[in-house]
């Protein structure tokens, strides 16, 4: 947050742009164009050898997406943002621009399904190993360093078993060794957790989800260091060329605007569905991070502002019976995705987190019976009418 504003809920709104710049606009124009023409030949070239700044083509930069990035850097309290096409496009172009062949990255247990393929996919190609690490515990993380250790990659809460890391801790172990820390903070946004505060190197999010809110964009933010970022812009953001369009980013910017009073909602009721379906017989287990006697709350207190809007739970019975529990709900949509203001509901085994082996998943706790609930900004009291009556057939 820049200094300006001492409340985050008047940053959100505020930061990243100035309608005296424009006309007066209120709301910030959307700037429509591929490219930016030039007065002159020597201007061009002033432009295209940096000696002069302004836009030259929107796969490169463009005032409308420069307001997002510069109203996510102001939130997260870094010193550049760089705007993407999607989630994926952001935590690529981030762990390709910070890595070469042969390295080697140590990421939490339990991540993002399409993350776990790209890391994936870099093994492959270019021997880019990667150590999944339950760090939980500071000595599972310093028994995988090695000398070609670049990057943590870290979820927290994780997606789907929200579970919560340590972010101090598992920094701490970073610095001593001169490793990158990247922190995904999708499920959190910087509302609720500021992972750069705390000494990390980068944030990457899918702004598709919470930031935008409403289910109608895909879109992606990364943060941090302006030399790291500027590498990354003029390199795998550039050249790769995933890049976010200046509707979407539009899109995203009026969706941040209402985030601190979504997310409270969104919070208030996942605590109050978590309580109901911790008294329920048909739930073997309930995790969300904002529940006291979740492992996690200690953390959850001391790093995030509360536990967020997603859970997830353990139904008796394994893929038969929480498909059937899936397809009895009303009006609680199936789908993935989450952060938007309906209620969504997923089976992270067969969707989201299929891509994962079996095996590599169950030691990641993605059971067949797991449930992932976005909790939505409806009464909970009809979210818990659905689910309740989804479950009849549970004992
Ligand atoms: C959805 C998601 C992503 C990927 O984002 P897209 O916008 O779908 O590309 C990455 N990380 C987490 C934690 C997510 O939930």
Not at 101 to 122: E, K, P, Q, R, V
Not at 237 to 261: C, E, H, N, Y
Not at 279 to 286: L, R, S, T
Not at 364 to 387: K, N, P, Y
Request: net charge negative; with cysteine; proline share 4%.
């Amino acid at each position: 947050m820049d200094k300006k504003f001492k409340h985050m809920e008047t940053a959100m709104i505020h930061e990243g742009y100035d309608s005296k710049e424009l006309l007066g606009s209120l709301t910030p124009p959307i700037f429509q164009t591929s490219t930016f023409t030039f007065d002159t030949a020597e201007q061009g070239a002033a432009r295209f050898a940096g000696e002069e700044e302004g836009h030259v083509y929107t796969r490169v930069s463009n005032p409308t997406v420069q307001i997002l990035e510069q109203k996510l850097a102001a939130l997260e309290k870094a010193e550049k943002g760089l705007a993407f096409a999607s989630g994926m496009a952001a935590i690529s172009a981030v762990l390709i621009a910070l890595t070469k062949a042969n390295d080697h990255i140590i990421c939490s247990s339990g991540l993002y399904g399409c993350t776990f393929g790209l890391l994936s996919m870099m093994d492959e190609k270019y021997n880019i190993q990667t150590d999944y690490v339950d760090m939980t515990e500071a000595q599972n993380i310093e028994e995988k360093i090695r000398p070609e250790t670049k990057v943590f990659y870290i979820e927290t809460p994780i997606n789907p078993t929200m579970e919560v890391i340590d972010l101090e801790l598992v920094i701490t172990i970073a610095k001593k060794h001169d490793i990158y820390v990247v922190v995904d903070n999708t499920f959190s946004t910087p509302y609720l957790q500021r992972p750069i505060e705390l000494g990390a190197d980068v944030v990457v999010h899918s702004a598709t989800k919470y930031l935008s809110g409403h289910g109608d964009v895909i879109a992606g933010i990364a943060a941090g260091r302006k030399k790291l970022m500027e590498q990354i812009a003029a390199t795998t953001q550039k050249d790769i060329g995933g890049v976010l369009s200046p509707f979407d980013a539009w899109l995203v910017v009026r969706g941040m605007k209402t985030l601190p009073l979504r997310m409270d909602k969104h919070a208030e009721n996942a605590l109050q569905i978590t309580e109901k379906l911790k008294q329920h017989p048909g739930i073997k287990h309930v995790f969300y991070p904002g529940d006291p006697d979740a492992s996690g709350y200690p953390i959850m207190r001391k790093q995030m502002k509360s536990g967020g809007g997603t859970l997830s739970f353990e139904i008796n019975g394994g893929k038969e019976e929480a498909q059937a529990f899936l397809n009895n709900l009303q009006f609680i949509h199936i789908a993935v995705s989450l952060g938007d203001t309906e209620t969504l509901i997923q089976h992270p085994a067969t969707m989201t987190h299929a891509v994962i082996p079996y095996e590599e998943r169950q030691r990641m706790g993605i059971t067949d019976s797991l449930i992932r609930l976005s909790v939505g900004i409806e009464a909970w009291q009809d979210i818990w009418e659905d689910l309740s009556q989804a479950l009849k057939h549970l004992k």
